[in-house]
């Protein structure tokens, strides 16, 4: 019966997290006040007006609302959840 348990939660929680920003790509497009605005401006390129922003509260983020916590580089953003990394590994 265990087992029944842990197979009804595990899609559950896979949807939460990809809702709450916990995804393979928590970055959003913002404006020069840090405030969160639609993708579409990041991907037309050309305007340094707009750029992505990396981890922090970005993707969960409405829009005009301002982010925090994360940067303008996608260097070190964890993308492995639960606090792991896409670049460990787990070998001795």
Request: proline share 3%; net charge positive; with cysteine.
């Amino acid at each position: 019966m265990k087992r029944d348990f842990g197979l009804t939660i595990a899609p559950g929680l896979a949807a939460a997290l990809l809702l709450s920003g916990c995804g393979p790509n928590p970055r959003a497009c913002v404006d020069a006040q840090s405030r969160r605005v639609a993708e579409v401006n990041c991907r037309s390129g050309g305007s340094a007006y707009y750029r992505w922003y990396y981890g922090g509260t970005g993707a969960r983020a409405a829009y005009g609302e301002r982010v925090s916590g994360g940067s303008y580089s996608n260097e070190g953003v964890s993308r492995g959840g639960f606090g792991g990394s896409a670049h460990e590994s787990g070998g001795g």
